[in-house]
């Protein structure tokens, strides 16, 4: 922790203040743990909120930039008669979303992204270190395909342990939906399910779940708002191994980070055109999301002739 704040360049006041913010968000964390580890949505702590607010606005370089925002600015407002929002983002760093939520911030006020919920992977909010950061956000908490099949960090896979995260995710998706009913809801969403390498990776099909159910489930209009945050890995680079989502305070660094915002789309129209394929919809989605890459390279598999093809006909 001290180490951070020496490398973020932080007045004596605003460490003292990340210190005791850390003190105060892990008691809670502590205690609540194994409260969290059922419930399908968890708001966020206060402490954690502006916690992550003092870091992120020194980690974050002043020539930081967004681009899009009169396509957010129309999505609040479509949200404000009742629709709900759908944003879908590629991952490339735990400091994504504190990127995506900082730069909003420096451009719309403090409050704007206030009340959105995150689609979380629950591995990362098992880990006290990154769960410092994560309570800062609203968040469905979910087990991702990969531990679900022994590839996550989670090696050993049992009947019952599959099935517990199996009911974990169908607490989550019910939380999503009694949400979403309500409408004027705000939802983030990484198809990859995970960090990529360099460039984006294949969605996964079972994410394709999130847009179905805020569709089919509730009555209200629903859009889809492509993001693209690039430069992440400057404040915050993936370094793998076996202790990798406890080294957010030893890694996390001042730099540069961008935000693209594309235009929105009907979700039911988007449905409709991937004929409510999993694989086509989950593909679909980061065909949104590779459209606003800064080149070809970062596109990954979705810089193909093929996938450009199929970019015509679900978004074109």
């Not at 932080?10 to 968000?25: C, F, G, N, P, V």
């Not at 929002?85 to 911030?105: C, P, W, Y």
């Not at 919809?281 to 590779?290: E, K, P, R, T």
Request: charged share 20%; proline share 3%; net charge neutral.
């Amino acid at each position: 922790m001290h180490k951070m704040c020496l490398r973020l360049l932080l007045e004596a006041t605003d460490s003292q203040r990340i210190m005791h913010l850390t003190k105060l968000t892990l008691d809670i964390c502590i205690a609540n743990l194994s409260h969290w580890m059922t419930q399908g949505f968890v708001t966020h702590i206060p402490h954690a909120r502006e916690l992550v607010q003092i870091v992120l606005d020194r980690a974050l370089s002043s020539d930081s930039a967004i681009a899009g925002q009169e396509y957010l600015a129309e999505a609040i407002e479509v949200a404000k008669t009742g629709a709900n929002v759908l944003v879908v983002q590629n991952h490339r760093s735990g400091a994504d979303t504190g990127v995506f939520e900082m730069l909003i911030k420096r451009s719309f006020g403090d409050d704007t992204t206030r009340g959105w919920a995150y689609m979380s992977g629950h591995i990362v909010n098992v880990f006290l270190a990154p769960m410092v950061f994560s309570t800062s956000l609203d968040r469905y908490q979910i087990y991702s395909v990969k531990n679900q099949t022994g590839t996550g960090v989670i090696e050993q896979i049992t009947a019952e342990l599959k099935g517990e995260m199996v009911m974990q995710n169908m607490r989550a998706m019910t939380a999503l939906v009694e949400r979403t009913k309500q409408g004027g809801q705000f939802t983030v969403l990484y198809p990859e399910g995970g960090r990529g390498e360099g460039c984006l990776k294949q969605g996964e099909a079972k994410t394709s779940c999130i847009p179905k159910l805020i569709s089919g489930r509730t009555d209200k209009p629903f859009y889809i708002l492509p993001t693209f945050v690039s430069g992440a890995t400057n404040l915050l680079p993936v370094r793998r191994g076996p202790n990798e989502y406890n080294q957010v305070f030893d890694s996390v660094e001042r730099g540069q980070a961008n935000l693209r915002i594309g235009q929105m789309i009907c979700g039911n129209t988007f449905l409709d055109r991937c004929s409510y394929n999993d694989r086509i919809i989950a593909d679909g989605m980061m065909l949104l999301i590779a459209a606003l890459a800064p080149n070809v390279a970062e596109k990954g598999p979705y810089g193909t002739a093929r996938m450009e093809e199929l970019a015509g006909r679900l978004i074109g």
